[in-house]
């Protein structure tokens, strides 16, 4: 199964919150949302139920690239998280 998952590719609009102390225009990523559209895609896609974790924190900043792991039944497969310049992010799963 761990292969039938490379081939997964979309994209989502993460909006973006303010994060930090003292005003800064720092905007956070929302990374629960990226971990849903995965988890929806591999559904859709692959008929499998995941549960994807992507790390939290991450600044939203074009070209930032990261990476999430969707782990189902039977494995786990990394997907390489990149962000565009308006907060959206697009997804490929690949192998480990």
């Known amino acids: 199964m ?12 993460a ?19 990226v971990e ?9 896609k692959r008929h499998l139920k995941s549960t994807v974790s992507c790390p939290s924190g991450i600044e939203q900043k074009k070209g930032l690239v990261f990476r999430c792991i969707a782990t189902f039944k039977g494995g786990q497969t990394p997907f390489v998280v990149t962000e565009d310049a308006g907060g959206a992010v697009h997804y490929v799963g690949v192998k480990g």
Do not use: F, P
């Not at 761990?2 to 609009?13: D, F, N, Q, Y």
């Open 36 to 44: 849903r559209a995965i988890e929806q895609t591999v559904l859709q």
């Open 15 to 33: 909006a973006a919150g303010v994060a930090g102390c003292g005003g800064g225009n720092t905007k956070i990523l929302d990374t629960e949302r």
């Open 2 to 13: 761990h292969g039938r998952l490379v081939c997964l590719t979309a994209a989502v609009v």
